[in-house]
């Protein structure tokens, strides 16, 4: 036995299908452990039947049926074999007016019921947007927020009127059989988690990490209600199993953040950490704002869900809101997208080409290419950017920083006069570890250059130094926020390198440490380095991260396109947003450049061969021609000759 739920709008990022499917019918009630019959009860489960969100989107695996919902004959048949019913109006108009059809065309077929039908309309907070704020209990404190008690009071966005009559429209129908049809309505917060939604601009333009600051609409003081996506869905199965006697339901957390304040999080939590206000005007301009979108991050309200903290009875999963929660939020939101870093390790001999290679990769990924002298070099250039606060008029804790950077760095160049020019490890792999924890490198992914060199070096970068939050759980011996996926060694005998590097012309030579003698030196030191039991490739294989060596004597392409070709099917698909509509529009053209000039080149060797057949037949008729004039000569010398 089970009992059926319809919902309009399944959305895979909220989740709310699957919520309703793994939930004991009457399991959320509170005197459910008590009552012997809802316990027994609770051995059903809720089954789920309803329409996609977007034509063409994939199906949950736990939806048991799919109606089509452009036809409302169709939504109808459905529903009336449903016990509870469920549709979301919060993200577009046409979900607005096909509740409405839903909850009048039910509201005509009450006589016809065969069982109790539940109705729930999941509604926004915007119906509440121009709502005249409550008088503050105590002067110059922020105003008294609203509760489900306020409901008759609210006034609406103007361009959320829709969204008000039809939610007066669902609590009117609710009041004509009560025994046998009941109908709520879910004011919800701005909803967050998940693959984000409202904020998910926010959220992308962070993660790119390519603007210097986030943009934060206004003065960004207004107050924003906001809502969990895990805990909506909660929320509303809580009221189809409740049935609550309040029809009005406000579902936000207890969190009454400005919108400054979760700008700001999300941006030092996933991007630069930096912020800048813009005018409205400008935001109206961003092509991902949407009107819609722009008046639902203007909200101004402080609202205070009563039935979810008094009726309601689940986990929840952010009830503080977003700000104490930012970590799992931001690990969901990655995790949704399919946004996850690629880490990748190219290594190998001088002159085996590990910075083609990737560079190669970092192009195709979208990942950081990391060469240890640039690492060195940003890392000293940070620093002295940093010790130069000392001479200016800052506070004490940047004096403070000040001195420590410049103490830093005359211990840097102390240690550079002491071991030949050249840096100590540990200095090495503290900047190294800095760029590898950074927001790009987290987000996107990175391709390592050529370091570590040695086993010591790799076993102090990417050792584990944090002891698990379990203690229970097993310690990880490396950090896996740090550990390259993919080991990719380059491997050449010394001949061909040395041939490499004398085919490399004088002037690319010139200056660099591919002259004969620096080469040598530095491929001596390579092979001295990689021939014991502990070398870097060691470290990984006995982590069983194993590495793929690849042979490069046998590319014979120009750029080591065929090498890189064998990377990229052992890494396998890119795990980004993809390009950009630029980026699209310029791999279109030359995609198109490609066409036409493999046309031109079709189109010439046609024509090449065509000359050549006629030239051919021609040759051919002048040869036959020429016969024929002989045979035909040697045939009038015999005549004659036959005539004497």
């Known amino acids: ?82 016990d509870i019913i469920v549709y979301d109006t919060t993200s577009s108009d046409q979900q607005v007016e096909d509740c409405l059809i839903a909850c009048s065309a039910l509201h005509e077929q009450i006589a016809n019921f065969k069982t109790p039908k539940t109705f729930l309309c999941m509604s926004s907070v915007m119906t509440w947007g121009k709502t005249k704020p409550n008088e503050p209990a105590i002067e110059d404190e922020p105003e008294q927020p609203f509760t489900e008690e306020d409901y008759r009071r609210r006034k609406p966005h103007p361009n959320f009127k829709n969204e008000i009559n039809v939610e007066k429209q669902v609590i009117k129908y609710g009041k004509t059989d009560k025994t046998r049809f009941l109908t709520y309505v879910v004011a919800a917060g701005l909803p967050y988690g998940a693959g984000e939604e409202i904020f998910h601009y926010f959220f992308k333009v962070a993660w790119h990490g390519e603007t210097t600051a986030l943009n934060i609409i206004g003065s960004g003081e207004n107050i924003v209600p ?50 800048m206000n813009v005018s409205r005007e400008e935001a109206l301009l961003i092509p991902e704002i949407s009107q819609r979108v722009f ?140 760029k590898l924890m950074s927001m790009p490198c987290q987000n996107q992914g990175f391709v390592l250059d050529g370091f570590p060199k040695t086993y010591s070096q790799a076993k102090e970068l990417f050792g584990n130094k944090e002891e698990p939050d379990d203690e229970e759980a097993p310690r990880l011996e490396y950090n896996n926020k740090l550990m390259p996926e993919v080991v990719v060694s380059l491997e050449a005998d010394d001949e061909f390198l040395k041939k490499r590097i004398m085919n490399l012309p004088e002037s690319v030579v010139a200056g660099t440490h591919n002259t004969e003698d620096l080469f040598l030196k530095r491929l001596a030191e390579f092979r001295a380095i990689n021939t014991d039991d502990q070398t870097v490739l060691n470290y990984f294989d006995e982590l069983e991260v194993h590495p793929d060596h690849v042979d490069i004597a046998t590319d014979v392409s120009s750029n080591m396109s065929q090498v890189v070709e064998k990377i990229l099917k052992t890494v396998g698909k890119p795990r980004n947003y993809g390009p950009t509509e630029e980026e699209r529009m310029e791999l279109e053209r030359i995609s198109m450049e490609k066409t036409i000039k493999k046309e031109a080149v079709e189109k010439m060797e046609l024509s090449r061969k065509e000359e050549e057949e006629k030239k051919e037949t021609k040759r051919r008729k002048d040869e036959w021609s020429a016969r024929v004039q002989e045979v035909k000569e040697q045939e009038e010398e015999v005549l004659q000759a036959q005539s004497y």
């Not at 809502?227 to 969190?255: E, F, G, Q, W």
């Not at 009454?256 to 030092?268: G, R, V």
């Not at 990391?370 to 070099?377: G, V």
Request: hydrophobic share 35%; aromatic share 4%; charged share 25%.
């Open 295 to 434: 008046d639902i991050l203007s909200v101004n309200l402080r609202l205070e869900g009563t039935w979810i903290k008094e009726g309601a009875k689940f986990e929840w999963a952010s009830e503080a809101g977003i700000l104490e929660n930012i970590a799992p939020v931001v690990d969901e939101y990655k995790r949704t997208r399919g946004l996850l870093p690629i880490r990748l390790c190219v290594l190998g001999p001088p002159a085996s080409g590990k910075s083609l290679v990737a560079s190669q990769l970092c192009q195709n990924y979208k990942l950081h290419h990391l060469k240890i002298a640039d690492i060195i070099q940003q890392a000293i250039e940070k620093l002295e950017k940093q010790a130069a606060r000392a001479e200016s008029e800052e506070g004490e804790e940047d004096d403070e920083g000040a001195q420590q950077a410049q103490e830093t760095l005359d211990l840097l160049n102390e240690s550079k006069q002491e071991n030949n020019d050249r840096y100590e490890d540990q200095y090495i792999i503290q900047f190294f570890n800095e």
């Open 1 to 82: 036995s089970t009992q059926s739920t319809g919902s309009s709008g399944i959305n895979a990022e909220y989740g709310m299908a699957e919520v309703f499917t793994n939930t004991i019918v009457g399991s959320t009630v509170e005197d459910a452990i008590e009552d012997d019959e809802v316990s027994q009860k609770a051995q059903v489960k809720y089954e789920v039947v309803g329409t996609l969100s977007e034509k063409g989107a994939a199906v949950p695996a736990c939806v048991t049926e799919v109606v089509e919902g452009g036809h409302i004959d169709e939504v109808l048949v459905a529903l009336m074999q449903c």
């Open 226 to 275: 906001t809502i969990h996506v895990k805990d909506l869905s909660n929320i509303m199965v809580s009221v189809a199993d409740a049935k609550p006697k309040t029809r009005y339901i406000v579902a936000v957390d207890d969190s009454m953040n400005s919108m400054t304040e979760i700008i700001t999080c999300i941006s030092k939590n996933l991007g630069t950490g930096n912020v």
